[in-house]
Structures are given as structure tokens and as C-alpha cells.
């Protein structure tokens, strides 16, 4: 069974990062670019929300016993598979998962035009999924 305290906790807890995220992504992007300190924190505060909705759904997963994702993008399959949340959201959090994986392994090698470009859809996205998560967990 779902534990409804901890799911609110780090939906809350990713929400506040999005919010910290995007009111630096907002800027425009030779801004952002231009901005290091500031683009780092962006980066960073991003990395922490995507962080709290794989461990979310790797919360999900195991609490309703549905196995073992084959990787941190597999477990938002597996709450698709189970009408958690729909195939399209699934997608989109595996694709955040990717952007995850590059600021996790390399902010030197980041293309910030591409990081600022993808998170202008990405984070009502991440938003969305949140909202649908908080409704499937019925808080």
C-alpha cells in the first residue's frame, strides 16, 4: 500500500524545487547562459526534483510490490503499466531522467542552450506528473 505521507512529502518537496528552477529559467537564455552561478543553482535545483520523482516512483513500485524496474526510468513504465499515471507522462519523466543523468555526470559538458530549451516544456510536464501522482495517491 502507498504511503500517502510520504508521497505528499516529496511531491511537496519537488514542487518547491521546480518552482526554485524555474524562476531562474525564466530569464532568457543568453541570460541563463551568461549566468553561471545562477544556471548551476537552475541546474541543481532540477536535478533535486527529478531526483524526488524517481524516488517517488521507486517508492510507488515497491510499496505496491509491482517487482524491480530495470533502471531509474523503468519505474515510471511500471506506474504506467499499473494506470498511475498515463504512457505520455511516463515518457516524459524518463526523458527528465536522461536530463538528470547529464547534470548528474558532467556540468561541463552540458549544452545550456539545450538544458534551458527543454525545460521550458519539461517543467509543467514534471508539474503535471506531480498533480497526477497527488490525485492516484488521492491527497
Known amino acids: ?3 500517502r505521507d510520504l508521497v505528499a512529502a516529496k ?8 518552482n526554485d528552477a524555474s524562476a531562474i529559467l525564466v530569464n532568457p537564455v543568453d541570460d541563463f547562459v551568461a549566468d553561471p552561478k545562477g544556471r548551476d543553482l537552475a541546474l541543481f535545483y532540477l536535478f533535486l526534483a527529478i531526483q524526488e520523482c524517481i524516488d517517488l516512483a521507486a517508492h510507488w513500485v515497491a510499496d505496491e510490490g509491482w517487482g524491480e524496474p530495470d533502471d531509474a526510468g523503468s519505474a515510471f513504465d511500471v506506474l504506467a503499466d499499473h494506470g498511475v499515471i498515463d504512457r505520455e507522462a511516463a515518457t516524459a519523466l524518463r526523458a527528465a531522467t536522461a536530463l538528470r543523468n547529464r547534470i548528474a555526470h558532467g556540468y561541463a559538458l552540458l549544452d545550456y542552450r539545450r538544458v534551458h530549451r527543454e525545460a521550458q516544456p519539461g517543467i509543467p510536464a514534471l508539474r503535471d506528473v506531480l498533480a497526477a501522482i497527488a490525485r492516484a495517491a488521492g491527497i
Open 1 to 3: 500500500m502507498v504511503r
Open 11 to 18: 511531491i511537496g518537496r519537488a514542487r518547491v524545487w521546480l
